[in-house]
């Protein structure tokens, strides 16, 4: 089975983001590997082999070819490309070995997850009075985003009673085409992750909008544009009731709008960008089901046609 455009894309930004700079870099490795998983191939070899033969020891959590593999230094560069490799696909004691061997800084709460050793994420995540609406991060390695990544259920769930964000995206991604965890556990196909992202109110559906002041627009003395931005401010107050700000600004937009003060300007493109949409394109049927049951619009359109 080939593997579509948009699992493509998303394997490609995330390579970028975590600046990939050479044909023979161990994380090139993990793109082939992707692409040769996905496509029921052998996998591509890197152009150094001694890269393709520490990352096979690395998928396959053999310790002694780890330690036979792994060199007695890495640059920067390298540790960077290997720590974020480990992180993803290391045992437990593998990721123990490399971070103490490369030095690579990997932290406890992540080794916790990894480990999915629940005592001590609970002890390293306090527990937070609610949950933010959302986050944004330059962190490919988050908590939530590493166990999701690595399909553990049980973590996910601790995480998310903890309260922390479900709506967690990559920061140097746009809106729309960020790589939200969301999107991760969608391509990964675990319904039941889903559906716990769901139960704590993931965005279902992008905005495919966007509300535009009008040109020199005053409201009450106060300038239209300074008034949208005030409440992005304010979401990131300490104990905000994000539910009545959120409906506060709702009820502002559409009075706005009503007396011609903004404009609503339909994005199409965002929605191919959509959980439904990338679920469908990632052929994840019960992830689809799922998505469906927790509210998405089945009849969303993209290019102008239905899904």
Known sequence: MKMTKSVMSVIK????????????????????VCVAREDGDEFSAPIDPSKQNLAAAILSGDLAAV???AADQFDVE????????????????????LNRHAQLGIEDLQIAVIESDLEAVKRLVPKQARR???????DAHTPLRLAV???????????????????????????????????EAIQQGNTEIVQLLIAADVTIEDDS????????AIYKGKPVDEILKSYQTRFFAEDVDYKRLAEERKAMLQELLE???????????????????VA??????????????????????IGGKTL
């Open 13 to 32: 930004s995330f390579a970028l983001f975590l600046q990939v700079r050479s044909a023979g870099s161990l994380l090139l490795f993990l793109l082939n």
């Open 67 to 69: 330690r036979r593999n």
């Open 78 to 97: 390298q540790k960077s490309e290997l720590k974020a490799y480990v992180l993803n696909y290391g045992s437990g004691e593998v990721v123990r070995y």
């Open 132 to 138: 933010s609406p959302f986050h944004c991060t330059s």
């Open 149 to 183: 990544r690595r399909g553990k259920v049980s973590v996910v769930k601790l995480l998310l009673n903890q309260n922390v964000p479900a709506n967690e995206y990559l920061l140097m991604f746009q809106p729309g085409n960020g790589l939200s965890v969301f999107s």
């Open 209 to 216: 909008s966007a509300f535009v002041p009008v040109e020199n």
């Open 259 to 277: 007396i011609g003060l903004v404009e609503q300007i339909r994005i199409p493109e965002a929605n191919a960008n959509c959980p439904l949409a």
């Open 280 to 301: 469908i394109h990632a052929g994840r049927a019960k992830v689809v089901a799922a998505i469906l049951e927790g509210g998405a619009n089945p009849n969303i359109l």
